[in-house]
């Protein structure tokens, strides 16, 4: 998990400096799909894999004496799809810190221009396409693949894993694209 946050940091810091190099109000979509990709590989990295053996259980029993139903099943979803909540809530900062801005004197609040709604704009939407259009394929794949012996080994498992991710996605853009709507 540290090394996730310590990457998210130098693509910052790498997505600052080609903005300071090419024109002030740029933010690359390349940037937007590392972490897409880094969301993806911290998946795997962490040792899961798009199979309901791998998931990992006993994250919902850490923290309670006793049996908690529900703080249970949010500690497993949390581990499940921890990369997903933090690029999500990163990307935001991530603009923040490119647009290199000091706070308002009388407050500690940096001000939000309409550049930056749009920049918001299209990063939620490159990183909602990247997974709304894996899910997408896998869908194809699995209706190319219907009639093939491992289709409930291999891929109805992808194909659930990969439609929750993007549900995932789409649920926290719109929750902090509120937040952040609601803050200006």
């Known amino acids: 998990m540290s090394v996730f946050i310590v990457t998210l940091y130098y693509f910052a810091e790498v ?18 799909l590392a972490q897409a990709f880094f969301t993806v590989h911290y998946f795997f990295g962490s040792g899961h894999r798009y199979e309901f053996s791998s998931i990992h259980w006993a ?13 249970s099943g949010a500690l497993v979803i949390l581990e499940t799809f921890a990369a997903p909540i933090i690029v999500v809530i990163a990307l935001p900062c991530i603009i923040l810190w490119v647009s290199k801005r000091e706070p308002n004197e009388n407050t500690s609040i940096i001000p939000i221009d309409g550049d930056d709604y749009d920049r918001y704009g299209r990063s ?26 491992m289709v409930w080994r291999v891929f109805a498992p992808k194909y659930i894993f990969d439609g929750i991710f993007a549900m995932v996605v789409d649920l926290l853009v719109v929750l902090i694209s509120y937040f952040i709507s609601s803050m200006h």
């Open 15 to 32: 997505c600052r400096q080609l903005r300071c190099e090419l024109r002030p109000n740029f933010f690359p979509m390349s940037v937007v």
């Open 59 to 71: 994250a919902g029993f850490v923290g309670f004496n006793e049996m908690n139903f529900f703080g």
């Open 124 to 149: 939620f939407l490159m990183y909602m396409f990247f997974f709304g259009f894996n899910a997408t394929m896998t869908t194809l794949s699995a209706f190319t693949h219907r009639r093939h012996l």
